[in-house]
């Protein structure tokens, strides 16, 4: 099998942004986030903002798919803004991710499309209060 870079990523990524409104509530699209498995499989997802806060960050909706689609172990992730910006999961996202599987801390996040440059998610969510509860 033949995995997939973070240039490839990054572009399955960027072909899921489309800004639109759907209601007058509703806004999508702004943010996409695609995520490779440990399976091979890419996963992807766009945020989806709402007047209530109850929308979902690009991350959180591909990780559902992800887990829709049973597999809950992620090797890589890239988000994007629509236009072509590197973004980096928030706060809460870091949570979720973290909280997938003991390995959570390996996954590499690209951060700079032209450097290629990447960082693993313990380095951006040190000293994690959860990794006790995987042992």
């Known amino acids: 099998m033949k995995e997939i870079g973070f240039k490839e990523l990054y572009k399955i ?24 498995t440990e399976n091979g499989n890419v996963y992807t997802g766009v945020c989806i903002d709402t007047a209530s ?22 090797i890589k992730l890239v988000c994007c803004f629509s236009d072509g910006r590197i973004g980096s999961p928030c706060g809460a996202c870091r949570e979720y991710l973290m909280q997938l599987d003991k390995d959570s801390g390996n ?5 700079n499309y032209e450097k290629m440059e ?18």
């Open 13 to 36: 990524a960027m072909s899921k942004n489309n800004p639109r409104k759907i209601s007058p509530f509703i806004e999508a699209g702004e943010v996409s986030a695609a995520i490779l």
């Open 53 to 74: 806060t109850l929308g979902m960050c690009a991350e959180r909706n591909a990780i559902a798919n992800m887990i829709t689609n049973g597999e809950s172990k992620i």
């Open 118 to 135: 990447i960082i693993k998610l313990k380095d951006i969510i040190p000293m994690w209060w959860g990794d006790e509860k995987f042992k």
């Open 107 to 111: 996954i590499e996040i690209l951060i």
